[in-house]
């Protein structure tokens, strides 16, 4: 079947520096994508989503670029801290329909430590 | 507040009892999902319920069972025949839309069986 990857699964950065954490996707039908931020023993917390009709969203400190020619997503967070420690997992929308509405798939996730 | 709440946030049982996870959301979503992971992996999804009485099986459904009598309850039952069941547990709901299929996650329950 078809599954989102990550390419890197640890990423360790000093403080104020940009990190960048990648993820490779292979369902060319994937219309959504959704990057989510998960500190040690909670639940995901949502970061920034975007669909397949653009290539760049921006939030607060955070950029997601999206190649549809190389199914390749990533995900830029701007002068690290290290409350930015966390895994990021990336997901990508299952299915446009039926009993797969509404489902994502999820990336295995990629530890980020942020080095004071 | 709005949110999902899952409890306990730690559970203990002894190998062969079945244990229930409770999930409940006030957001109004109509769908929920449960996950597992564990240490290290990302999530799979184990049962996911897109409206009332109505459930499907997601990637790992063997071994566990659910229930969504209410639109704001979606409760996990970890049976016997779940060969591992030591793991973090994730409740998930959403209300899926043309703008976004965000879900949001409970804080999750950790269960060990020994």
């Known amino acids: 079947g078809e599954s989102v990857g990550l390419h890197l699964p640890t990423l360790s950065v000093q403080e104020g520096d940009n990190s960048i954490i990648n993820c490779a996707y292979s369902n060319s039908a994937s219309d959504y994508f959704i990057w989510y931020k998960q500190e040690s023993g909670k639940g995901p917390q949502f970061i920034i989503d975007i669909r397949s009709n653009m290539d760049k969203r921006q939030g607060q400190r955070v950029t997601v670029l999206l190649n549809k020619t190389v199914k390749h997503l990533s995900l830029q967070i701007a002068a690290t801290q290290p409350g930015d420690s966390a895994v990021y997992f990336c997901a990508e929308n299952a299915g446009a329909g039926g009993t797969s509405y509404g489902k994502l798939t999820f990336g295995q996730g990629t530890i980020l430590t942020v080095h004071p | 507040d709005g949110g999902i709440t899952q409890s306990p946030k730690y559970l203990f049982r002894k190998e062969g009892q079945n244990v229930t996870l409770s999930c409940e959301q006030n957001?109004?979503?109509?769908?929920m999902y449960w996950y597992r992971q564990d240490p290290g992996q990302g999530l799979r999804l184990i049962y996911y319920?897109?409206?009332?009485?109505?459930?499907q099986k997601g990637d790992i459904a063997e071994g566990y069972s659910v229930s969504r009598e209410k639109k704001e309850s979606f409760p996990l039952t970890v049976t016997s025949a779940q060969k591992n069941p030591t793991a973090f547990y994730l409740c998930?709901?959403?209300?899926?839309?043309?703008?976004?299929?965000?879900?949001?996650f409970g804080p999750g329950t950790r269960l060990t069986v020994t």
């Open positions: 319920s897109q409206i009332v009485n109505d459930f």
């Open positions: 957001l109004n979503h109509d769908a």
């Open positions: 998930a709901s959403s209300r899926p839309g043309l703008a976004s299929y965000e879900q949001y």
